[in-house]
């Protein structure tokens, strides 16, 4: 389990207090989201994970810039050093 730095983007800033950027260890990506849960409650939760405690649709996070629905998605693996963003998605067009 290596430690990994996360970065929040948009309304997931305000779910996490404030904070943009955290280190955090954890095996997987739903280790990591389940330590924020504990970290910030319940505001965090609704707004990453389904009442399945699956990825909500319009959450977007990469691993070192690749999207984990491509990947594992929340039982891709996690080493250190790796770069994780937690981002909603962006709509326009």
Known sequence: ?????????????EATGGKKELEASASDIYELLDE???????SFKERVLNNNS???PFVNV???NKDIRFLDSLKTQLKEGDSIIVMPAVGGG
């Open 1 to 13: 389990m290596g430690k990994v730095k996360v970065r929040f983007f948009g309304g997931l800033i």
């Open 36 to 42: 924020f849960v504990r970290s910030f409650g319940e």
């Open 54 to 56: 699956e990825l909500r």
């Open 62 to 64: 990469y691993v070192n």
